[in-house]
């Protein structure tokens, strides 16, 4: 089904329209056809990563730095999918030793879509979601309002996102110090991984932004202090 672009009307197939205001439009296709170009753009963008740029990523952040926002945009938005990823399969291998232990202790549980797991991993999924938007948002609205440097969204989620491959690793491994029981050591290397990712996104934005010297600290202090408070805020609404 066509409809026009200017006033919305259905358009017959193959026929032309003349809107209100007297301007001709063409039946250019349908609504599905006028997405085709964004959808192709992503499959382009995902054709074209490659496998050693990722791997250098993964070795090093920090040439994360060197990369085209222009071109290398989707560095960044796979970075960022890459920690999200590992933070929900870390939660899902903590929730299937959950429901392990519910099950052998008190018969109770599984590994159903209803169990005790389950729906930890559903939540820690969304957190993980909503807390990395906040804290690259929040970044973005710090460094265009401390720092000399201008930048666009993209080139900033270009820069900061391919810098969480290696955190996406890391919360892979906690998950699977859970599923063999250190469960202990498991949070530890959450909250050591997390640290890191949250104190490299500062440093990197201070670069980025070409923050003063002088204002360094009370950034710092600030992009800290206001991620703990929406972590906080995120975690009670969801958790």
């Known amino acids: 089904m066509a409809f026009c672009m200017q006033c919305g009307q259905?358009?017959?197939?193959?026929?032309?329209?003349?809107?209100?205001?007297?301007?001709?439009?063409?039946?250019?296709?349908t609504q599905a056809e006028a997405s085709?170009?964004?959808?192709?753009?992503?499959?382009?963008?995902?054709?074209?990563?490659?496998g050693n740029v990722?791997?250098?990523?993964?070795?090093?952040?920090?040439?994360?730095?060197?990369l085209n926002p222009d071109k290398d945009f989707i560095y960044g938005i796979l970075g960022l999918v890459a920690s999200i990823l590992g933070f929900t399969i870390w939660a899902g291998l903590l929730g299937m030793r959950i429901d392990s232990l519910f099950s052998?202790?008190?018969?109770?549980?599984?590994?159903?879509?209803?169990?005790?797991?389950?729906?930890?991993?559903?939540?820690?999924?969304?957190?993980a979601i909503l807390s990395i938007a906040a804290l690259h948002g929040m970044l973005w609205l710090l460094g265009s309002w401390q720092g000399t440097n201008k930048l666009s969204f993209k080139a900033f989620i270009?820069?900061?996102?391919?810098?969480?491959?290696?955190?996406?690793?890391?919360?892979?491994?906690?998950?699977?110090?859970?599923?063999?029981?250190l469960i202990s050591f498991s949070f530890l290397l959450i909250?050591?991984?997390?640290?890191?990712?949250?104190?490299?996104?500062?440093?990197?934005s201070i670069d980025i932004f070409g923050v003063y010297r002088e204002k360094r600290m009370v950034y710092t202090a600030s992009a800290?202090?206001?991620?703990?408070?929406?972590?906080?805020?995120?975690t009670k609404i969801i958790l």
């Open 54 to 66: 990722v791997l250098k990523l993964l070795k090093d952040p920090q040439y994360g730095l060197n």
């Open 224 to 234: 800290i202090a206001l991620y703990m408070v929406i972590l906080m805020i995120v």
């Open 191 to 204: 909250l050591i991984n997390v640290s890191i990712m949250l104190v490299l996104s500062v440093i990197v």
């Open 36 to 50: 085709r170009p964004l959808t192709n753009d992503l499959t382009k963008a995902m054709k074209q990563v490659d």
């Open 104 to 127: 052998g202790l008190l018969g109770l549980g599984g590994f159903g879509g209803d169990s005790i797991g389950g729906a930890f991993t559903g939540r820690m999924l969304l957190t």
């Open 158 to 181: 270009t820069y900061a996102g391919s810098m969480h491959y290696l955190s996406g690793a890391g919360f892979v491994v906690a998950g699977l110090c859970a599923l063999i029981s």
């Open 10 to 29: 259905q358009i017959p197939q193959g026929a032309t329209h003349i809107c209100g205001d007297g301007q001709q439009v063409a039946n250019s296709g």
